[in-house]
């Protein structure tokens, strides 16, 4: 811990806010402690809800984008890393320390909804306890799990014991309460429609949805102890692509790349910037599409038509891909300071593909309108259905194309500018509708909006002098940050907002790696969406949400 | 081959000559009249229209042509998986394309992706779902060995740890033509006969009264109900 921020890029903006935070903050902050793009407040753990409350209400810090918890030798600490929906780059981080004897800090789930299901993952992996919290179990282990994983004296040898008590039938008597009636169902772990190993407990009254519990932790894969195990040079890199599976490898290797890269002062080239942006935007386009098919498949059965098609558009992003990173899916093509090579010889052979894709872009877009959105079933599925209001979106944490659905005009890679993103000329798709008709709708738009980034990256490439094409910085072949220097950073995922934090510990290894996941937070809100509705809008708003197990589980 | 007879001279026998035999059909229907039904088969056969072969032989014919896939996602493998039901790689050409939402009307299970410990009863529980014979395709490094994940906390070192399986194609995730390469690897045996392999399987599931009385069990004694399936991970004994 220190006092104070020793480096601000812009002195003055940070100067104004901070004063103002300080003073609003008060006699509250024990302590300063520094964050590399964000001033860190150290409060009381019995002050966290009116110190929380204050930065929500009176500063306007109404995004809790992130709860890390971490154990040091001599305490716990919970960390809120809060931003704000208008200003994305405006962060502020509440450390809350707490003993390691007595664990206990106050819950800020009052305060912002999106922390009930942080906190959880707290307490679950490293053994914080929340008071006040309305519903402290575990989120990602079974509830018979004995030990805190990411605690330092958990024993991984340790034999443990899963019960397998939910499959019993569900329209057995013990599951059908007499007094009032209605009827608890299970859907998933192995569905159809839960896109993976999802499991949601359902109550039912008559055809109606009187109870939505997502229960998750199927795929749980200690994402974070395997990026907690590897070094920071080149062993994290291949983990990010299995967090979003969805072809979406790039897109959350650019999280890392940029965690570390800030943290450990690494400037990319830019031409290895503008390769990073087209390349990460063919991984969003092939990502709505599958999203899209899916979607199809979940509210109309629709095997034949739509799922194929968008999965013959994904095959082509696909081979674009292969060509330029050498894999179909678990790329492996940045590396801290740049990316791996550069794009394939000849060169005029990838273009030529990559232009022939966004030409008969615009024709299939048009075409899946014609199938999927003015279609009339499609409407009466979707429209109204699944309605998830701008405030409760915010106060979820809801972020991508979910926030951007509900209008929430929220989107970093214009708010929080990274890559090559503020030269190129695009729009943000915002949508009113706040409906899953508005969610796809979003979808289909931002593939266009990608199309006209890649056309612009790709004119960008083919002018580029050919003596500057560097791909790489030059990084040391072993990185090690200062001891206790700590970074929260994040990029526009396909999904929405995924953030790194990262704390080293002086050696190669992180000491401390969170990933903060979109679809955690935008699944977190499928029961405000789906309660008090029938029970094809719960297939139907799960499918506009567009998880991905692996990256809500980790 | 009866060399000094023309090719064209209808033959009585399935051996001895190439050329259709025309037999059967001349003294069913004329002779010369119409030849719309004159399949291949049929000439093939000639005057005996008969195939002599042992049932079972002849069902594991039909069972390794005619295979119903789980519909069965779990992880990054899935999303490979269904590139291959997809066009393009279209495993339906193989007589393997249809997944099946339930269990019940499944032969093969694809496992794609990592089993973690709170999936590891349900996938046993869906596996035992499976009718009889059942046939299991492990896809990915995670289902041979955990693969990346091996050394997590909270991962099975491998699907064969909890069902046995018939087939592992390797990979992170292995190329839709890898799949596809399995699956027919896997019809090859199963028209050879080759049934599922025995394997002893650490994990089962239990009751839990039935476990044998340990630390573990007893803190445990309270919130689990004797009669609920449990399983028992033993993560020192695991490869």
Redesign the interface.
């Known amino acids: 811990m220190s006092t104070g921020l020793e480096e601000t890029s812009d002195a003055e903006t940070v100067d104004v806010t901070e004063a103002e935070l300080e003073a609003l903050i008060g006699d509250r902050a024990l302590a300063r402690d520094e964050h590399e793009n964000a001033p860190g407040f150290v409060v009381n753990p019995d002050e966290v809800q009116s110190v929380l409350g204050d930065l929500k209400d009176e500063a306007g810090y109404d995004h809790l984008s992130c709860v890390t918890a971490q154990q040091y030798e001599d305490r716990y600490e919970s960390i809120y890393h809060l931003k704000k929906y208008d200003d994305a780059s405006d962060e502020v981080s509440i450390v809350v320390p707490t003993t390691r004897d007595d664990p206990v800090s106050e819950s800020a789930e009052p305060v912002f909804r999106t922390a009930d299901w942080h906190e959880r993952e707290a307490y679950d992996l490293v053994g914080i306890e929340y008071a006040d919290h309305p519903d402290l179990r575990r989120i990602l282990l079974p509830e018979t799990w004995q030990g805190h994983p990411l605690s330092d004296d958990y024993d991984q040898d340790k034999p443990q014991l899963v019960t397998l008590a939910e499959h019993e039938n569900p329209l057995a008597d013990d599951h059908h309460d007499a007094e009032s009636d209605t009827m608890f169902l299970n859907v998933g772990p192995h569905h159809p429609a839960t896109h993976g190993v999802l499991h949601v407990k359902t109550v039912l009254d008559g055809e109606t949805i009187v109870d939505v519990d997502p229960d998750i932790g199927y795929l749980h894969r200690c994402e974070e102890q395997m990026c907690q195990q590897g070094t920071y040079r080149h062993q994290i890199m291949p983990y990010p692509d299995r967090w979003d599976y969805v072809s979406s490898g790039l897109l959350n290797e650019w999280a890392y790349a940029r965690a570390i890269e800030d943290l450990a002062d690494i400037e990319v080239p830019e031409y290895a910037q503008v390769i990073r942006t087209m390349g990460a935007e063919l991984c969003r386009i092939a990502s709505h599409m599958l999203a899209l098919g899916t979607f199809a498949l979940d509210v109309y059965g629709e095997f034949t038509a739509i799922f194929q098609y968008t999965f013959r558009d994904r095959e082509v992003v696909q081979d674009i891909l292969e060509d330029l990173t050498g894999q179909r899916m678990m790329f492996n093509y940045f590396r801290v300071g740049g990316v791996a090579w550069d794009l394939p010889e000849p060169r005029e052979e990838f273009f030529e593909q990559t232009r022939d894709f966004l030409d008969e872009l615009p024709a299939k877009v048009a075409e899946y309108n014609d199938m999927v959105t003015s279609n009339e079933i499609f409407q009466t599925r979707c429209i109204d259905t699944g309605v998830l209001e701008p405030d409760v979106a915010k106060d979820y944490g809801c972020t991508g194309p979910v926030a951007r659905g509900s209008g929430v005009d929220y989107d970093l890679r214009r708010d929080d500018p990274y890559g090559y993103y503020e030269h190129l000329d695009w729009d943000v798709v915002t949508r009113d509708g706040c409906d899953n008709y508005a969610r796809v709708l979003c979808r289909m738009e931002e593939v266009e909006e990608s199309a006209k980034i890649i056309e612009q990256c790709l004119d960008l490439l083919e002018e580029w002098p050919e003596d500057d094409r560097e791909v790489q910085a030059n990084v040391p072949r072993t990185l090690k940050p200062d001891a206790g220097s700590e970074i929260y950073r994040a990029v526009e995922a396909a999904k929405g907002e995924l953030g790194i934090y990262i704390r080293s510990d002086g050696t190669d290894k992180p000491g401390r790696f969170k990933i903060r996941s979109p679809c955690f937070s935008n699944l977190q809100a499928l029961p405000e969406m789906t309660e008090g509705e029938y029970i094809p809008d719960l297939v139907a708003s799960l499918g506009s949400l567009d998880i991905v197990l692996g990256e809500v589980d980790r | 081959m009866g060399s000094d007879e023309p090719e064209t001279q209808p033959r009585q026998a399935i051996h001895d000559s190439t050329a259709p035999s025309t037999d059967t059909r001349d003294s069913r229907i004329g002779e010369g009249v119409d030849d719309r039904f004159n399949s291949k088969l049929r000439e093939a056969f000639g005057a005996s229209p008969f195939i002599l072969t042992k049932f079972d032989e002849f069902m594991n014919w039909v069972r390794g042509n005619s295979m119903f896939m789980l519909?069965?996602?779990?992880?990054?493998c899935?999303?490979?998986m269904?590139?291959t039901y997809?066009?393009?790689h279209d495993v339906d050409r193989y007589g393997a394309g249809v997944p099946r939402?339930s269990?019940r009307q499944a032969d093969v299970m694809i496992v794609p992706?990592?089993i973690?410990?709170?999936?590891?009863?349900?996938m046993k529980?869906?596996y035992d779902q499976m009718p009889e014979p059942k046939f299991v395709v492990g896809m990915g490094s995670c289902t041979i060995s955990g693969g990346?994940?091996q050394?997590?906390?909270?991962?099975v070192k491998g699907a064969e740890e909890i069902i046995p399986i018939d087939i592992h194609v390797p990979g992170?995730?292995p190329?839709p033509e890898a799949l596809i390469y399995g699956i027919l690897k896997l019809q090859e045996r199963i028209q050879n006969g080759e049934s599922s392999p025995v394997v002893v399987k650490p994990y089962e599931?239990e009751e839990?009264g039935d476990?044998p009385e340990d630390e573990?069990?007893q803190?445990?004694a309270d919130?689990?109900?004797e009669d609920?399936?449990?399983?028992?991970?033993?993560?020192?004994d695991s490869p």
């Open positions: 519909q069965f996602g779990i992880a990054c899935s999303i490979e269904i590139h997809a066009i393009k939402a269990p992706g990592t973690v410990s709170k999936f590891g009863p349900r529980r869906v990346p994940f050394e997590g906390y909270n991962v992170c995730p190329r599931l839990f476990l573990l069990v803190k445990l919130e689990i109900d609920d399936l449990v399983m028992r991970y033993n993560w020192a």
